[in-house]
């Protein structure tokens, strides 16, 4: 039976690459349906896909929400599968966010990190990182701005164990704004403002630029600070670099549109089946096209590259 749900996960594939969303999920849905019984991990896999289809591609997330509570209860009998146990708590956890349900999703959030607790390698540490910056939304939608605080440290501590100074800038930028949102008091802000900054310095140049959005998102959190502390003078460098780095990244862009547009039009016109039966005033050069068109790609590689990373 694996060589069937092999070739209906092959099938789901090539309607999800083709747009067809509906017939992939049907074609995973007959696995779950099937008469014939299928090895529970083959199962637990297939609700998983099927969740993560629908929750990027629809809106049904009662659905996606069903099959991720099955697969839950079938992966209580397997002793391992570390990765699908924390794939379907994320999944869930999203499912009762986007319903509104936060108390059963901070259970399933406080689950995943006691199955997280004990493990050292970077693939756990990731995992509670996730799921640690889920539960600090969860609480702060509760108004418990204390426990999403702790939340987001222990993400930020599990960041500095696995050596990775973007996810720790990013937990620090969260507990600077979950202070500003709740200001008890001026130091502990002072000091989250102090530790932003400490971590920013700490990252390295390159991938600095390469974390455009945490750049943005920290420029706008100390903005913010120094204008609810009325330190103008102090405010206004850090308006200047916003500005500057918008201005800089809309014009990339706009220039990355262009490029496209060129790229499409040369590629257009080297696929023209009457390209060589033009006559001699409107011969095409092949050479220089040709020439251009790597140039081209090269620049769109060069430019583009970075901002995945983003």
Known sequence: ??????????????????????????????????????????????????ATLLLKHSHNVNHAKAHLERAQLLLKSIPSCFDLKCRAYSLLSQCYHLVGSIAPQKQVLHKALELTASGYDIAVKLWSCNFNSQLANALIIEGDYQSSIAALGAGYVCATQIGYPELQMFFATCMLHVHLMHWEDESSVERAV???????????PQKRQQCLGLFFYNELLHIFYRLRVCDYKNATPHIERLDAAMKADLKQTQ???????????????????????LNSCRTFDLKIASSRLAQLVLILVILVVPILFL
């Open 194 to 204: 102090a530790k932003c900054d400490e971590v920013w310095e700490f990252l390295d």
């Open 255 to 277: 220039y990355v549109q262009q490029l496209t547009k060129e790229f499409d039009a040369l590629n257009e016109s080297l696929s023209r089946p009457d390209l060589h039966a």
């Open 1 to 50: 039976m694996d060589a069937v749900a092999e070739g209906l996960w092959g099938l789901a594939d090539y309607q999800e690459q083709s747009g067809e969303i509906g017939k992939a999920v049907k074609c995973l849905e007959a696995i779950c349906q099937s008469d014939v019984s299928f090895f529970p991990i083959v199962e637990v896999k297939t609700r998983l896909r099927i």
